[in-house]
């Protein structure tokens, strides 16, 4: 019998998976995979559900999917039409959080793969890297994976990540790499006085300003072969100066870069703080300036995996993906380090929105396509 990719999504979006809370999500999906004879072992770290299941033996040939089950929180109760945690159908759309991002993409790989080991048992190992936690800090959600992964002896050949891709329409677009992401916060430390008198005092805001304005309009690159041109946003200039005859003494900022393969994210943090040196010796303030990388660029060239993942999508969307490297982060940022790795999955532009859903034949195709995906990669099915 087919397993049904609806069914377990509507399951799914029943746990109440909202970040940190497993919310039962992963017992599920580990009792449905267990049944069908997969391996499953949870890889719980500092307080994050995780889940590791494999069907087939250590060493042989591998295919992996990596996804989350935790989700967004639901915001305002009463702006949803539909509860955020029924997984009810209405009109060919199936609603709830988590429905596109991205508890219906595992369903349909957990389906697909489930009836891949069962009625053509493959010459190797079908793995799924479920993690509790892509909705928030990533320290010990799929790192942790990797981590118990290495050593363990685990190993994926090649991974699919599951994360939406699609804009508008089934099909038309996967990635292959990611930009890199970082955020730099800036402190500029002047000498509080009164605003009737600002020789006496030395204030940082035009400083800040001045920096910030610098900083939005630098042409960080002309993009690559498969990149766009990197970018910089000022996401934040706050002072907390209620007072209108007061010169504040410290301003802070905040920018958060997004950037391609011209670039580290070391290289920019030298460059974020040679700016923040020269605005600071210009204007005789002090300027700190403290940097997170979330995740460097990184690209799998075009090739066998691609061209795998591209003719299962045409020949059951009838649609050629773009090969992009668009959108935010993802846990590809992670996996890219482990093995080549590129993402597909549904469309996305109702992620994190209030009545969150996504078509029900979508979840359908992507079943179908995550097993064209598993059936090309193994070539002919042997029987064991």
Partial sequence: ?????????????????????????????????????FACTRVDRGGVPNLYARWGAKGGRSLGFNGHTDVVPIGARSDWTRDPFGGEIAEGWLYGRG???????????????????????????????????????????????????????????????????????????????????????????????????????????PAMARLMADLSEAVLDEGTEHFDPSTLAVVTMDVGNGATNVIPAEGRATVNIRFNDSHSGASLTDWLRGEAARVSDAAGIGVGVEVKISGESFLTPPGPL????????????????????????SDARFVKD???????????????????????????????????????????????
């Fill in 1 to 37: 019998m087919s397993t049904d990719p609806i069914a377990l999504t509507q399951a799914l979006v029943r746990c109440p998976s909202v970040t940190p809370e497993e919310g039962g999500a992963l017992v599920l999906l580990a009792e449905v995979l267990s049944a069908a004879g």
């Fill in 99 to 205: 429905a596109t991002d991205m508890k219906s993409g595992v369903a349909a790989f957990a389906a697909a793969a489930i009836d891949f080991v069962t009625e053509t048992p493959p010459d190797g190992a079908v793995i799924l890297a479920i993690t509790g936690d892509e909705e928030g800090a990533s320290v010990d959600g799929t790192r942790a994976l990797l981590d118990w992964m290495a050593a363990e002896g685990e190993r994926m050949d090649a991974c699919l990540v599951g994360e939406p891709t699609c804009p508008e329409h089934m099909g038309e677009m996967m990635k292959i790499g990611r930009r890199g992401s970082m955020s730099a916060w800036f402190t500029f430390r002047g000498v509080q006085g009164h605003s009737a008198y600002p020789h006496r005092a030395k204030n940082p805001l």
């Fill in 306 to 329: 691609s061209d795998l993942v591209s003719a299962a999508v045409e020949a059951e969307t009838g649609r050629l993906p773009v090969l992009s490297t668009s959108g935010g982060t």
């Fill in 338 to 384: 482990h093995c080549p790795v590129v993402e597909f999955g549904l469309v996305g532009h109702r992620m994190h929105a209030v009545d969150e859903r996504v078509r029900v034949e979508q979840i359908g195709q992507l079943k179908a396509i995550y097993g064209r995906i598993l059936s090309g990669w193994f070539g002919p099915a042997e029987s064991s």
